[in-house]
Structures are given as structure tokens and as C-alpha cells.
């Protein structure tokens, strides 16, 4: 994600934080002025959402490490004004392992909320009047700050419980389904539920908070992006790389000339190129690159490409393009065969008129 400052890592796992992050701390200020706030509240303000957002980074960590559990990577954490996201490779599709991974984030705000009864003086508080009790909360304490914290876990577990895909409660609702039918139909329920709460979450936004909306928003894309991915995933099921293959491609020489490139790239539909000499594969060169360097004509594909790279082989199944596209971040992956020869290249452009054609029941094998 662009624009992020990384924090360190923990477990192995990377923390991030994205700028608009401190768009919260001064807009947290900034309330706290307006409502007639010191110095000493300010602080106190801030230091109750850095410490709700290492709840918050704890709470993905149990995400994090219950999916390590099922060999499931966890490219890193990130955390944004409405939250933390743990990018895991993938969430697990036996039901039982989703239904963990699902709970082990609020489980951790359960344990929180729980230690954080210990250090709140609530005989204290029952036994002060309403005017007494406020004037404490509004005075910098641990005390206070415990308080806050526990309401916030509280807030937290329920608030990431509602059945709506893409929360914690979303999923949880389409793991408990997928017990007794198939994962694309409880995706599918899982996911208009989703999109429905959205819609609800939009229209209170409007009335009420606009903060609401972005969280709509969220719900809404991340449950239509998942119920998406899960279609595509029931689509290829069964079949292998090399029906999705690009047959008919360029292989470019380590000393093809940009110029020449382009001359290619206008002339065809090709995007991105394999590099080789002789047999074997010496790079990738791609799309964004070549453009990146347009006026450089006298470099070469050698100066330009990508050495680190992964090819798919032919007869594995074609699901594990996902899998290695949300892995490595890219779109286009050599094919190779049995023998480690290269037959070809696999993009989504590819993929995706293959699903298109499996979806409208046309040929088992896309436009090479």
C-alpha cells in the first residue's frame, strides 16, 4: 500500500501505518479544541487512540497467527484512520480454520477488555454521582485511560461481529454456512448481507456521521470484491495452467532495444514480455516499465527487466495463479512445462477471458 511508514516488524510480520493515519490525530485535536479542550485533554486524547491502535495491531496479529497456524502467510499489517488490515495471503477454505482465523482477532479484544477490568476502580465510580464521575473521566489517568480502552474493546468485539462480509462477523457467518453448503453460496449470502449493512451504515453516515460512510464504503467494495474472487476461484476449480496459457507471444533478447520494444508494443495487444537467451528465462520485462522509460530508447530489455520472478508450470492448477498473483503482486508469469521449457505466459487478461467463457459455457480454453 503506497504512502505507508513502516514501524517495525512483529513475529515476523510487518507494521505499517498509512499517512492518512494522522489525519485521525488532528482531527481528534481539532474536536477537542471545539469543544472547549486544553493542552493536557489533547494528550489525553492522543495517547487513547495510539493505545486503541496497538489494541487494534494486536487484534491482527490474532488474525495473523492463528492463519500462520494453517501455514497461511501474512504479508504485513497496515493501519488506516478506521482500522488495522492484515493482508494474509489468502483466508483458509475449510470452514473449521476460516471460523478461527475469523474469531482470533476479537477473541484477543475479549482478553484486553478483560485484563483492563482489573485497573478500572468501578466501586469508585458506582458510588460517585453524575457530575463526579464525569469530571474523573475527563482527568488524565491510567485509570481513565483504562476505562476508555475497555469501552473501546468492547466497541470493538461487537462492532467487528456484525454479520456483515467483509467484518470478522462476516466471515464467521459464511465459515458457520459453509459447514452445511458450499463455500460459494455462503460467500454469496455472507457477502449481500454485507452489502446490505453497507447500505444501511451509508444512510445513517448521511444523517448522522459522516465517518459511517467511509466505513459503508469499505463493507461495501470488500464484500463485492470477495464474493468476486470466490466465483472465480469455483470457476477454475478443476482446471490447469496450460488452458489459460498465451501460446502465441514475443520472447525478447537481454539486448533488444527499447526502441524496438515499442515498435512491438504498439503493433500488438502484448503488454509484457518475457526476456530469454538461449533456453533460459533471463527476466520479465513489464507494461509499466517499458512506459516508464519511453524516452530512454537506447536501453535495452537486459537494463530494464525483473530477474526475480516465479513461473507457473503447465499442469498445475490454474488456481495457484491467484494464489502466486496475490502473492507477488503481479499479473504475468512465464509457463513452463515438465522440462522447464517455456510454452508460454499466463496475465489475468488471459485468466479473465477464460472465466468469461467458462461462465457463459463456451470453450474449455481461452484466446491464445
Request: charged content about 15%.
Amino acid at each position: 500500500m503506497k504512502g505507508t511508514l513502516k514501524l517495525g516488524r512483529i513475529a515476523g510480520i510487518s507494521i505499517e501505518v498509512h499517512w492518512t493515519f494522522s489525519l485521525l490525530l488532528i482531527w481528534v485535536v481539532f474536536l477537542d479544541i471545539q469543544r472547549g479542550g486544553n493542552l493536557s485533554s489533547s494528550l489525553l486524547n492522543i495517547a487513547f487512540i495510539l493505545l486503541l491502535f496497538i489494541c487494534v495491531v494486536l487484534h491482527e496479529l490474532g488474525h495473523a497467527l492463528t492463519a500462520r497456524r494453517f501455514k497461511i502467510k501474512t504479508k504485513g499489517i497496515t493501519l488506516l484512520p478506521i482500522g488495522g488490515v492484515a493482508s494474509l495471503e489468502k483466508m483458509p477454505e475449510k470452514p473449521g480454520q476460516e471460523l478461527l482465523v475469523a474469531l482470533a482477532g476479537p477473541a484477543v479484544n475479549v482478553v484486553i477488555a478483560l485484563f483492563l477490568l482489573l485497573l478500572v476502580p468501578w466501586q469508585e465510580y458506582i458510588n460517585m454521582d453524575a457530575e463526579s464521575l464525569e469530571q474523573l473521566l475527563t482527568t488524565p489517568s491510567i485509570s481513565t485511560i483504562s476505562f476508555f480502552l475497555l469501552v473501546a474493546n468492547i466497541m470493538l468485539v461487537g462492532f467487528n461481529m456484525i454479520p456483515a462480509f467483509p467484518m470478522d462477523g462476516g466471515r464467521v457467518l459464511r465459515a458457520l454456512l459453509a459447514f452445511g453448503m458450499d463455500r460459494r453460496k455462503a460467500t454469496e449470502i455472507a457477502a449481500s448481507l454485507g452489502q446490505l449493512m453497507a447500505v444501511i451504515f451509508f444512510v445513517l453516515g448521511l444523517l448522522y456521521n459522516p465517518f459511517l460512510v467511509l466505513i459503508a464504503l469499505f463493507i461495501f467494495i470488500g464484500a463485492y470484491g470477495e464474493n468476486k474472487m470466490v466465483k472465480q476461484t469455483s470457476l477454475v476449480a478443476g482446471h490447469l495452467v496450460h488452458e489459460a496459457t498465451l501460446t502465441n507471444i514475443t520472447i525478447l533478447h537481454p539486448g533488444t532495444l527499447l526502441t524496438d520494444i515499442i515498435d512491438i508494443l504498439i503493433a500488438g495487444t502484448e503488454k509484457d514480455f518475457i526476456v530469454m537467451e538461449g533456453d533460459e528465462i533471463k527476466g520479465l520485462l513489464y507494461h509499466k516499465v517499458i512506459l516508464q522509460n519511453a524516452k530512454n530508447t537506447h536501453l535495452t530489455a537486459g537494463e530494464l527487466m525483473h530477474t526475480q520472478f516465479v513461473a507457473l508450470r503447465d499442469s498445475s492448477p490454474l488456481q495457484g495463479f491467484f494464489d502466486l498473483m496475490s502473492s507477488q503482486k503481479n499479473l504475468f508469469f512465464p509457463v513452463i512445462d515438465q522440462d522447464n521449457k517455456v510454452i508460454g505466459a499466463i496475465d489475468m487478461s488471459n485468466v479473465s477471458e477464460f472465466l468469461v467463457l467458462k461462465a457463459e459455457g463456451g470453450s474449455d480454453r481461452a484466446r491464445a
